[in-house]
Structures are given as structure tokens and as C-alpha cells.
């Protein structure tokens, strides 16, 4: 019930000790003592639901008196029973609804004198049977939906007729599962026409759930069938097979693999007993173990890895330099290297124990002479990147102890590439990292040294693996990250970068056809003119590989590809004057580059993208005091480069013939664009000593003009380093005269023709070689 009874006055309703009135008049007919209904009865409040007239219910407990209503039922005793847990239970047949005129609380609990109301006799008859037929209707729906509505419809007609609408109301109240405060509502309706019109509500909300509930369990049931009948169905499936001797237990099937398996491999003793104990420990353990599958993984990979097989080395040095040339273009010194190597090999019978180191800025083709090597040695290949690695376990693996274990990533390599002798490329050794975790760089120390890695012992594996037949070749943009003890492991050989004449070549032979076939595009549908492939390599992509010239050929394949789609056009042909329509306005300028004025002067510089120049700018303002500040986010290197250079050139300056006190009075600004890009190293001296001595003539040096080295206080000009890399980085800028170091002649003569062709080079010594050659004007006056 749901209402709490408040419209009883408190005095009226308890009345402590208070004898009761006689009540009503003896009727004059003659009546069963049993039929006659007694006008004062105990009061029990029911929760959470009310009673109905002729409705069996079971009461249960002690109910509390905070649910109690002014209307209720009255109920006959039945039967009572006391439970196994001493509760009493009570059945009782409700009769009659009544209502509560008095209430007495007495020892034995709440009294009331009660008044009884019969329904009305309602003059619609027909209107009120068809009200109950829809009532009927709608419990024949909830008897198709839930068959256990079925036995209570059983019981009330055994008890009641169909042709009652009120008891009929009540009864289907009674079947629906609505809460305490409706139910409560339909029992205190004597009107029977209103009391249906809430049944009928609630009846429909039954049914709505009814659905809902059927739904969901037919989903349910149709999931759990389909399991179950697919889990029979393999049952019965591994049954047939097991019979016609198809398919055996899955632990013996297993142990067959790996013992299949073991008869292709050569194992050293240590693997072998390794492996036989794990194969025993394994019979022993049940499928359902968790440490069954630990076991198994761990047996899976001893015996996966391709021990003692070898593929055969090729060393024909003619084979591997046909092989080099068709898939590069330049780069002819580390081709020669790369040949001497194999060369040695063939000498020694083997290349075991050698660790290659191939530095370069990006897109200079480090990976791709990788495999290269790889196929003219005829081994296999495999390539990981060690870049941002910061963990010791991806090298030398975790230990089997934790969950997801795995072997690092040498052994995975190992087993993907199939054979104990690959050919594995490192990338990005330069960018390896540490961490809390360990130092990988550290790990790598064991794997690339040819005096330990013979017996490598990943921590996965726990025994050892001959590393010592792999060939490595590792790549990395600069050496400067890389650990001394693991770079002395490691042969260098440097990739310098492209000049435009071997970039125009690259791009006809190789980069063009691979674009053209990736863009479902052919030689015959566009042709791009060498001028304009000069002038992309020129314009668009100076850097010193061809990455950047690779994406601007498909940028131009890509609006080609968007103009046949559009225009029908059967052929297109790019000149260098088609190239804005395609690529924009041209990235780089020579006006740019080589802004001849006074106080600016172009140095040549490496960075770890390969050789770039860079305009060093110096200006003097005006003041009372003397002062020098640099800008341009320049290195501590870089900066001890420009006090040196201005100190010098201060303490010089009759040397020179410029005004003696003039860094007293001038405060000195120093400026290296581009302001956002990080730079150092100490080969700016002369460049910025130049720089200062061009502001204080007010002269410009001379054109297409460019110099490196680094300067002393004294005026001795120290060699560099990087001097193929400067000189691809002048002639790709367009450079004529260069200054080299003295101490750097040597380099420059064992670069290639074709680099130092077209170029006036001069050697300095001294920073007075440095002015003579750059103000040859001056010279001239004096002379």
C-alpha cells in the first residue's frame, strides 16, 4: 500500500482500555454463522502490496503499522503454519473490501470497527462487458507471452466466474506486477466502470513489459544456442577426426611440431638440453595450466629460430658492382668501399665480425644501399629502427618470469629473416635513447661486438645464439649521440648528398618511373624536360637527398593525374616555364642567397641534414660605449667563434687599415638568419671576422662567394670538417669561389672531378690569405 491513513482523527482512531459498542441490529433473516462478516476485526497493514477480494494470499512476520489505509480487505483465516525458522505464516481468503470507521489499539495490535460496501450494481451492462472482454483479451496475450499467467487464470476461475466485471478487475490488478501506490488506487475505486479503466491501464503496461522481457530472453537464448551448438559441433567434430586418426590430442600434436621442427637445426648442447627439458616439463602440464602456454610459447621459439642455417655468400665483386650501379646513381667512394669489403671477403671466406656505420642526411639512400648490399652478397635482409628506444629489454628481451614476455628485437629479427647469417640494418642508431629502464646503447655493446656476440644470450631465449655470422650495417643522420665505446664497434662510411646534376640523373632514372607507376601513370602520358627538372632540383629542392625531390614529382603527377580527369588531355609535357602552375612560386632564390652588400658574407656549414651555407650579417650602430651582442639561437661553440673573430679583428685593425677607435664608439651587432633554426660549431670564424671587416670598409666581398674554417686570435686558420658535404652545398647553391682551410687540401683533391670541377678553391693559413682573397678589389687599389 501506498498512502499513509491520515484522515482518521488520533483521539477518535486510539482509545486505550475502552469497552466496544454493540454494534448493528441482529439481522431478521437467517444466515450462516460463517457468512456473517463481524463489524469489528484486527487491523493488519500490508506492504508492499494490497490485498484483493478473492484473492488467497500468505502472510508472513510481524508487519508494521506505518502502511496502513482507510480502505482495505477482509480476509477469512485459512490455515496457519509455523516455518523451520519459527515464522508464522498465515493463509487467509480475502472477501470484501471495507472501510474504517474507528480504530483501537489494544495489547494484541489495531482493532477497527469497519464498514462494508458492496459494489454497485452498474444499470451498463453491455458497456461493462465489453470492458471485460477487453480485460480478457489482453490476459489471453499475457498467457501467449508468459504461460505461467496460465495457473493463476486457473485458480480465480475455480474460485469466481468471467461474468463478474468487479472481481474480474480485481483479479487482473492483482496478476500485474505494478507498485504498492496503483494498486492501492484500483482498490479503494468501488465504481467498477472507473476501477476497469485502471486496470485496463495497467494490464497494457504489463504487456509492454512482458514483450520487452520475452524479447530479451529470445535474444538470450537464440546467443546461448548458437554457443552451445557451435561447441557440440567442434566436439563432435574432434571426435570424427580422432577416430579416422586425422587429428591427434593438442598437446601431442604440439610436441610433434617442435620435435618435427628440430630435425632441420643444428643446436649447440646448451639449446639442445634446454630444449629437451622444456619438452618433458610440457607433457607434464596440463592444457588448462596457466603455465602451459608459457611453456609452449617459450618451446615455439627456441625452436622457430633458424639455427645453424646459413644461406651461401655471394663474393663476386663484378655481379655486386653491376647490382650497385643499377640501383644507385653517384655516390662512386662508397660504392668502392662497400666493394673493397666484399672483395675482402671473398679473400677471407667470410665477412663475419663486421659492422658497417653509414652516415648521411636524410633521403641520401643509406637504407636502400642496405638492401643493396644484401642482394649482392645474396643473404637475406631484415630492417628495424632502434630511433626512441629507450628500454634494455627491446634489445636483450624480457625475462620469461613476466606476463607477455617477449624476445627482443635481435632475436625477432633473427627469426624473420629466416637465416643465422642475414643481413640486419639498424636505422637511426644516432637517436637510441635512455631511460629508468636501462640504457639500450649499453645492450647494443654486447650484440655488435665480434668477441661476444658469437654466444649472445637474450634474456627471453636463456641460451645463448651465434650473432657473429650477421652482417649490421647501421645508418644515422651524425655521429655526435652516438656512444664512443659503441661507435669505435663501427666502420664509417659517410653518403654526402646529391649535387643537381646527379639529382637531375636520379630523378630520370629511378624517381620519375616509380612515381609514374604509382600514380597509375606512363612515360607516354607525361614527360618532364631537363630544364625543368633542373629547375625543381634548383628552385624547389636543394636539400642534400632527394626525398624533397621525389615529393615535388608527385605533386606534379597528382595535378597531371586531376587535368587528364578534368581536360581529357591525351599528353602532358612540363617545360620550366609550366612549373608555378604546378608547384607555386619557386621555394629559393639566387637574389636570396647572394645579397652582395657590405657587412654580409656567406659561410658554408654541416649539419646533420648534410651541407648548407649560411649569411653571416654584421652592422654597427652609434653609442658612446662599446658593446657586441649575437643573435640567431646560436651554439656556445658558435658564439666563442664570434667574440674570437671580433676580438681579432679589434686588435687588427691598422692592420687592415680601418679606423683605430671605432669599436670604441660603435656598439656591434652580429646576426646568423634564420633566426628559428639552432646552429654551432667553430668553422664560422673566418666567415664572421670577414663579416666585420666587410661592415668597417663598407665593401662587399666578392660574388658567388663562400668560406669556412675556423679562426684563432692569433689569425691561424684551423681545418674542418664536412669539406664533400660544404662543396656539394656550394655547387648547389651556385657558389664559384671557395676558401678551404690549408690543412683541408687534401680532402678537397680526393673529392671526385665532377664535384671539384667549376670551382676557383683557395687555402688559407693565415686570416690575412682569408682578406686578400676576399676584398681583391682593395688589393688592387693598393697595388
Known amino acids: 500500500m501506498s498512502e499513509e491513513y491520515d484522515d482518521i482523527d488520533e483521539e477518535t482512531l486510539f482509545e486505550d482500555d475502552e469497552e466496544f459498542e454493540d454494534i448493528g441490529e441482529i439481522s431478521e433473516e437467517l444466515l450462516l454463522a460463517s457468512d456473517v462478516l463481524p463489524e469489528q476485526i484486527p487491523i493488519i497493514p500490508l506492504r508492499p502490496r494490497p490485498a484483493f477480494p478473492n484473492i488467497l494470499i500468505n502472510i508472513e512476520g510481524k508487519d508494521e503499522p506505518d502502511n496502513l489505509h482507510p480502505i482495505g480487505v477482509v480476509g477469512k483465516i485459512v490455515k496457519i503454519m509455523k516455518s523451520e525458522e519459527e515464522n508464522i505464516q498465515v493463509l487467509v481468503n480475502c472477501l470484501e473490501r471495507f472501510t474504517i470507521k474507528r480504530l483501537y489499539e489494544t495489547e494484541d495490535g489495531l482493532v477497527g470497527s469497519v464498514e462494508y460496501l458492496k459494489t454497485p450494481e452498474d444499470a451498463q451492462r453491455e458497456e461493462l462487458k465489453a470492458y471485460s472482454m477487453a480485460i480478457i483479451t489482453t490476459l489471453k496475450e499475457l498467457v501467449q507471452i508468459n504461460p505461467l499467467y496460465s495457473e493463476e487464470i486457473k485458480m480465480f476461475l475455480g474460485r469466481s466466474s468471467m461474468d463478474d466485471p468487479g472481481k474480474l478487475a480485481d483479479f487482473a490488478a492483482n496478476l500485474t506486477s505494478a507498485d504498492g501506490q496503483e494498486l492501492q488506487k484500483v482498490l479503494e475505486t468501488f465504481d467498477v466502470h472507473e476501477r476497469i479503466d485502471q486496470v485496463l491501464i495497467l494490464l497494457k503496461k504489463e504487456l509492454e513489459v512482458s514483450r520487452l522481457q520475452s524479447k530479451i530472453s529470445k535474444q538470450i537464448e537464440k546467443k546461448v544456442s548458437s554457443q552451445q551448438r557451435e561447441f557440440f559441433l567442434r566436439e563432435q567434430l574432434k571426435a570424427i577426426k580422432k577416430e579416422l586418426g586425422l587429428e591427434k590430442e593438442g598437446k601431442t600434436s604440439e610436441i610433434e611440431k617442435f620435435t618435427e621442427r628440430l630435425k632441420d637445426l643444428k643446436l649447440n648442447d646448451e639449446a639442445q638440453k634446454a630444449i629437451n627439458e622444456e619438452i618433458e616439463k610440457l607433457q607434464l602440464i596440463e592444457p ?424 684563432t686570435l692569433t689569425g691561424q686558420v684551423l681545418p674542418i670538417g664536412g669539406v664533400k658535404e660544404k662543396t656539394i652545398a656550394a655547387r648547389r647553391t651556385g657558389l664559384k669561389v671557395l676558401i678551404f682551410p690549408e690543412s683541408n687540401r687534401k680532402d678537397f683533391e680526393d673529392l671526385p672531378e665532377h664535384l671539384r670541377e667549376g670551382l676557383e678553391v683557395h687555402f688559407a693559413k693565415d686570416y690575412s690569405d682569408v682578406y686578400d682573397i676576399a676584398f681583391p678589389q682593395k688589393q688592387e687599389k693598393n697595388a
Open 288 to 711: 588448462s595450466s596457466p603455465e602451459y602456454n608459457v611453456s609452449r610459447n617459450y618451446l615455439d621459439w627456441l625452436t622457430v629460430l633458424p639455427w645453424g642455417k646459413h644461406t651461401r655468400d655471394s663474393y663476386n665483386v663484378a655481379k655486386a658492382r653491376k647490382a650497385l650501379d643499377s640501383d644507385h646513381y653517384g655516390l662512386d667512394d662508397v660504392k668502392e668501399r662497400i666493394l673493397e669489403f666484399i672483395a675482402v671477403g671473398k679473400m677471407k671466406g667470410d665477412i663475419s665480425g663486421s659492422i658497417l656505420c653509414l652516415v648521411g642526411p636524410p633521403g641520401v639512400g643509406k637504407t636502400s644501399i642496405g638492401k643493396s648490399v644484401a642482394h649482392a652478397l645474396k643473404r637475406n635482409f631484415y630492417r628495424f629502427s632502434l630511433g626512441g628506444i629507450r628500454d634494455e629489454a627491446e634489445i636483450k628481451g624480457h625475462r620469461r618470469t613476466y606476463i607477455g614476455a617477449m624476445p627482443g628485437k635481435f632475436i625477432q629479427a633473427i627469426k624473420q629473416a629466416g637465416s643465422a647469417n642475414p643481413v640486419l640494418m639498424l636505422d637511426e642508431i644516432d637517436k637510441i635513447g635512455a631511460s629508468f629502464q636501462g640504457d639500450p646503447a649499453s645492450a647494443l655493446l654486447e650484440v655488435l661486438d665480434p668477441e661476444q656476440n658469437n654466444s649472445f644470450r637474450d634474456h627471453y631465449m636463456d641460451v645463448p645464439f651465434d650473432l657473429s655470422n650477421v652482417l649490421f650495417i647501421a645508418t644515422a643522420n651524425q655521429l655526435d649521440t652516438i656512444p664512443a665505446p659503441l661507435l669505435d664497434r663501427m666502420e664509417v662510411i659517410r653518403l654526402s648528398g646529391y649535387i643537381m646534376t646527379e639529382k637531375v640523373e636520379i630523378a630520370k632514372r629511378y624517381l620519375i618511373p616509380k612515381v609514374l607507376e604509382t600514380h597509375g601513370l606512363t612515360r607516354k602520358q607525361v614527360s618532364i624536360r631537363k630544364d625543368a627538372l633542373e629547375a625543381i632540383v634548383d628552385d624547389y629542392a636543394r636539400e642534400a637527398g632527394v626525398r624533397g625531390l621525389e615529393n615535388r614529382i608527385k605533386k606534379i603527377m597528382r595535378k597531371a593525374a586531376m587535368a587528364f580527369c578534368d581536360e581529357e588531355r591525351d599528353k602532358i609535357i612540363l617545360h620550366k616555364k609550366d612549373l608555378e602552375k604546378y608547384l607555386g612560386k619557386p621555394v629559393f632564390s639566387q637574389d636570396e642567397v647572394f645579397e652582395n652588400v657590405p657587412g654580409v658574407v656567406t659561410g658554408l656549414a654541416w649539419t646533420s641534414m648534410g651541407g648548407v651555407t649560411l649569411q653571416i650579417e654584421a652592422t654597427a650602430v652609434k653609442t658612446n660605449n662599446k658593446g657586441f651582442k649575437q643573435t640567431g639561437q646560436l651554439g656556445k661553440v658558435m658564439v666563442e667563434s664570434s667574440e674570437i673573430a671580433y676580438s681579432f679583428v679589434m686588435g687588427h685593425l691598422k692592420h687592415f687599415g680601418m679606423q683605430e677607435d671605432f669599436f670604441d664608439h660603435h656598439f656591434v651587432h652580429m646576426h646568423v638568419p634564420a633566426g628559428a633554426t639552432p646552429k654551432d660549431g667553430p668553422s664560422a670564424g673566418v666567415t664572421m671576422a670577414t663579416a666585420l671587416l666587410s661592415m668597417l670598409s663598407n665593401q662587399p666581398v666578392r660574388k658567388k662567394f663562400g668560406m669556412t674554417g675556423e679562426l
